[in-house]
C-alpha cells in the first residue's frame, strides 16, 4: 500500500499568512493527488486534483505543485474560512490512501 | 449539480448488518466509478471501497474484505455498500464520493454528506 505522510499535523498562522502543506507518498504517484479542505461537521471539499489543478469554484489562493513522491499545497492570504483540515489522497493505484490531515488553527 | 444522498445508517449490535445506499444525480451514473469513505469519530478519511462503472470491478480496503460489499445499480443510479459482521471499530460516518473525470482509479470531486453508522450494543 502507498503510504501518504503529511506534514505538519497541525499548524497555527495568522490572518493574511501564507501557509505551505506538504505530503509525501511512499512510491511514486505520478500526480495523481487530490487535496481537500474539511470542516467541522461537514463534507470533505475538493480543492485540487492532478496535484497542481484547481476545482471549479475554488478561489485562487489555493495552490497545489508536486509530482512522483512530494506534493505541496500552499494557501495564501489566510482568511477565518480557511481555517480547517486539510487531507491529501492519491489515487495512483488501489488502495486508495488518504494523510492523516493537517489542521489549520488561528494563532 | 451533481447531488449524492447518502441513507441507511444507524445504530446496529456487534456482528450485525445494515445498507447503505447513495442516490446520485446530474451526471452519467453509469459513466464513472463510486466509492465509499468514512470517517471514524475525531479520525481521518479512510477509503473503505470503489466500483467501476460497470460494476463489473471492486475495491476493498482490506479490513472490511469479506464482509462488506459495494453495488450499484444504474437504472436508478444508486449506490450501495451492504456492510455484514459489523464491528466497533466500523462506527463512523460513511460518504460516497464520484469522479471528475473517467479514470481508472478515481479521485473524488463531489461527496455526499455522510450517514452514521453506530456499531454499539
Known amino acids: 500500500d502507498i503510504q501518504m505522510t503529511q506534514s505538519p499535523s497541525s499548524l497555527s498562522a495568522s490572518v493574511g499568512d501564507r501557509v505551505t502543506i506538504t505530503c509525501r507518498a511512499s512510491?511514486?504517484?505520478?500526480?495523481?493527488l487530490a487535496w481537500f479542505q474539511q470542516k467541522p461537521g461537514k463534507a470533505p471539499k475538493s480543492l485540487i486534483y492532478?496535484?497542481?489543478s484547481l476545482q471549479s469554484g475554488v478561489p485562487s489562493k489555493f495552490s497545489g505543485s508536486g509530482s512522483g513522491t512530494d506534493f505541496t499545497l500552499t494557501i495564501s492570504s489566510l482568511q477565518p474560512e480557511d481555517f480547517a483540515t486539510y487531507y491529501c489522497?492519491?489515487?495512483?493505484?488501489?488502495?486508495?490512501?488518504f494523510g492523516q490531515g493537517t489542521r489549520l488553527e488561528i494563532k | 449539480e451533481v447531488q449524492l444522498l447518502e441513507s441507511g445508517g444507524g445504530l446496529v449490535q456487534p456482528g450485525g448488518s445494515l445498507r447503505l445506499s447513495c442516490a446520485a444525480s446530474?451526471?452519467?451514473?453509469?459513466?464513472?466509478?463510486m466509492s465509499w469513505v468514512r470517517q471514524a469519530p475525531g479520525k481521518g478519511l479512510e477509503w473503505v471501497s470503489s466500483?467501476?462503472?460497470?460494476?463489473?470491478?471492486?475495491y476493498y480496503t482490506d479490513s472490511v474484505k469479506g464482509r462488506f460489499t459495494i453495488s450499484r445499480d444504474n437504472s436508478k443510479s444508486t449506490l450501495y455498500l451492504q456492510m455484514n459482521s459489523l464491528r466497533a471499530e466500523d462506527t463512523a460516518v460513511y460518504h460516497c464520493?464520484?469522479?471528475?473525470?473517467?479514470?481508472?482509479?478515481?479521485?473524488?470531486?463531489?461527496w455526499g454528506q455522510g450517514t452514521l453508522v453506530t456499531v454499539s450494543s
Open positions: 464520493a464520484s469522479p471528475g473525470a473517467v479514470l481508472p482509479v478515481p479521485d473524488a470531486k463531489h
Open positions: 446530474g451526471f452519467t451514473f453509469s459513466s464513472y466509478a
Open positions: 466500483i467501476s462503472g460497470s460494476g463489473g470491478n471492486t
Open positions: 512510491q511514486g504517484i505520478s500526480n495523481y
Open positions: 492532478a496535484a497542481s
Open positions: 489522497q492519491q489515487y495512483n493505484t488501489y488502495p486508495i490512501t
